[in-house]
């Protein structure tokens, strides 16, 4: 449900906003919400940042990989509490208080990056389907 919200945006802001829109081609009032949620999360995760790809806009550690690449680590690892946590950094190369924020950030949003993880192994999967059909035709 959403409740609707007056702001007051200075000439260069809402000139800026405006342009964002009209290169996404949405509404100002999208990409406001957006940048607004987006914001918040940042500025409760320290560390974690937004980034645009194909698949849309995802979390990610500012310093390294995406959020659901961290915990999809971690959710592999056969270590358990600290110790994974301090295994995931050895293995993706970053300082611990960046895995750290990256599983702060899991712990809010569980959902979304769980959703964003089973589109990554679906797509992987299909790929490696995809590549052993055609390695099958070649032979």
Known sequence: MTHP??????VSTRRRLQDRA???QVPAATVALRLIDEGLRMAAHPGVVFRAGTAGRRP???SGPDVAEVVSVIHHLAET????????ARWLELP???VR????YYVEFTG???REIERREEAATAAHQQWTRRQQLLS
């Open 5 to 10: 919200t007056s702001l007051r945006l200075d």
């Open 22 to 24: 009209e290169q996404e």
């Open 60 to 62: 990610a550690l500012g």
């Open 81 to 88: 509490g600290d110790e994974a946590e301090a295994e995931a």
């Open 96 to 98: 611990r208080p960046a």
């Open 101 to 104: 924020s990256a599983v702060n």
């Open 112 to 114: 979304e990056i769980d």
